[in-house]
């Protein structure tokens, strides 16, 4: 396994299963944006708080490769690195299966950021995340 | 069938059946909670307009009987009434399969008035419904 | 607090907010789901076993009280108890905030049991539940 | 706006939306997965008959781009192309907000062909597909 940022451990649910018992593509989305935020939580940054000073970290383009599904009530590895591409924030994040750590989604998450709905250069989230990049 | 003040088609969809290939019982409150928006917006009213002037309508209690289960893009009917009740206005809500008009679902929902985050009697409320009371 | 036979700790996650930073209705009956299949899986009961022999648990009503809403990224207790009722097995359920333990949500959920498609007097699943009621 | 093999009109509902009243990066990977089994429905496919025949159109790759957010009940329109690249099939799928026209997302949809469980060229569904490529 590569070296990341961070890393957590979540489980599917069978609501999020379709009829052929994997989960359904949209919800890795919904495991990438939680994982997002609970890094973001733990180094103390808070996205409310952000947006009530007027800055917005928002995702301008994702892609999502999918290599093994996931099934229902089981535990997977979340993981993410970030780095910096110009104006944008470059989440890395892939899914891998825990019990036997097979590589299940790789994303890449790209991010902007907005000052009073202007789209920046992203110093105001650079200086925030400096020591992450 | 019963007469309704208010009844929309709706088409179920692929991602919100489970493994047994029917709608998840969570999604059919997505159903009635639009068929609601959608009634109060043909009517003029607007949610969002009614909470920035401090009036909130909550949804207090629901209980939902299942009958018919839906597939993966099936056309059914949402259908609803409304009634007063003490300080609770209650949309009674059913969904049929077009199809055969079978009963799918039939919800009882109950709903209360909060003015500036306090409960009322529902008078605000019963004021702005009295043509549908 | 109530006794329960089953309780787990759960977290709340953003998407599942909406425009006014709370949860959605719905999504509460996920996580109620989602309690029920932990608290099968951890007694070794699984439904996709009971289904391939023939024997499905169906949630035929569910009601829900909406006490106090929770916000995103707050964690949880969602507790179980499980009681008979002729041919219902009712689940009685409850969601509390963890913080401050306010309840949240207090669900009761009426499941019946079909064997082969027919419903049943439940003896099948009485005599698989038999040390919890 | 481009000229498209198939397009449909659908409208955003509130649940979809979160805290910023905008609807979540997610839902619109449902938009577009009900786009696409609208679109194959009314060609007269089927998912089911193929997976019943041991034939399975797989997502392995998507890529969202994000223009524009909706917002609770506004009408889209969403658009879809087909074209083939190697085994590939790819759905070239634009999102409009109905109002202006203006683009909310563009996506690229890559898929591949399994047959009983085996990554193949392609060449079952290009047959079926053989009018549109």
Not at 47 to 67: A, P
Not at 78 to 84: A, M
Not at 108 to 120: E, I, K, N, P
Request: with cysteine; net charge negative; proline share 1%.
């Amino acid at each position: 396994m590569k070296d990341y940022l961070y890393s957590i451990e979540m489980e599917t649910r069978d609501y999020e299963c379709d009829i052929q018992g994997i989960v359904n593509n949209a919800d890795y989305q919904h495991y990438l944006e939680a994982t997002r935020h609970k890094w973001l939580q733990q180094e103390g940054f808070s996205f409310r708080k952000w947006h009530d000073e007027g800055i917005d970290m928002v995702v301008s383009e994702i892609t999502l490769k999918y290599k093994t599904p996931l099934h229902g009530q089981e535990t997977f590895l979340s993981c993410l690195n970030l780095r910096r591409e110009g104006a944008r924030f470059i989440f890395d994040q892939d899914i891998y299966r825990k019990e036997d750590m097979k590589l299940c989604v790789s994303a890449t998450v790209s991010t902007v950021c907005m000052v009073h709905g202007r789209l920046t250069r992203g110093d105001e989230i650079a200086a925030l995340f400096s020591k992450y990049l």
